[in-house]
């Protein structure tokens, strides 16, 4: 049997997980090089390697409790850090972690953050202070994920897509994005903005607003909002989103995007 073959079995019981012990191991070791992915974009569209996902759940289930020495900083944990940093020039900053299993191209930078079991990020990636990575979280190239921006993981169910954000987003200060939810190229979110898979995202720059659910177009500007809504005790303002801009060629030039960005009071 190939070792996805073993992997896919031993998931659902059909062998015991200890005789896919190996084979996790050496799906793992892919992951953390970067060989294989637990999401792609294919053709346009993000499709999700399941049984990479099954790999990280039964290494979790085989892996043993270990003490994890890190100079003075001692950890108790079944999956060690990324110890390859150098080789793979990637730059992480104490008490930064990126966890094995993860991979990072060269030219990310990780400030004290952490990067879960898993994720995939993206060269000239910027994950700031306290920003978290969550597991299989897909970040792509030259993005940057502001201070304490929580990006969460999605191990379970398998064909769940996980969080992603395309090449060239902005994730603005203590954003959340979470449940699969998909941040489109060049996106922008302003400051705390949530984005989840039931929170509304709703395109006001157009006289008939479109809502979005789970995706941020690309190139759009987004900011957190609220919207009314009427229950029997009466009418409170629920979580939303609002696109209030768009992202535009004469943008990339970073004077002229913080320019726009004042214009529209977006904060970062």
Known sequence: ?????????????D???????????RTIAMLDRGEVRVAEKVDGTWIVNEWLKSAILLSFRLGEMVRIDAGDLHFHDKIPVKDDLVAQGVRVVPPGMVRYGAHCEPGVVVMPGFVNIGAWVGSGTMVDTWAT???????????HLAGGVGIGGVLEPL???????EDGAFVGSRCIVTE??????????????TITASIPIIDVTRTDPIEY??????????VQGTRPRTFPGGTVQLQCAYIIGWREERHEQRVGLNEHLRELGVQL
């Not at 049997?1 to 019981?13: K, N, Q, T, Y």
């Not at 064909?159 to 954000?165: E, Q």
């Open 1 to 13: 049997m190939s070792d996805r073959e073993l992997i896919e079995a031993a998931h659902v019981g």
């Open 159 to 165: 064909n769940a897509t996980p969080v992603i954000v």
């Open 213 to 222: 659910r789970a995706e941020v177009p690309a190139g759009a500007i987004v």
């Open 133 to 143: 990575v969550g597991s299989c979280a897909q970040i792509g190239r030259n993005v």
């Open 15 to 25: 062998i015991p997980a200890e005789e896919a012990r190996e084979a996790v191991g």
């Open 180 to 193: 699969g939810a998909v941040i489109g190229e060049g996106a922008i979110l302003g400051a705390n903005t």
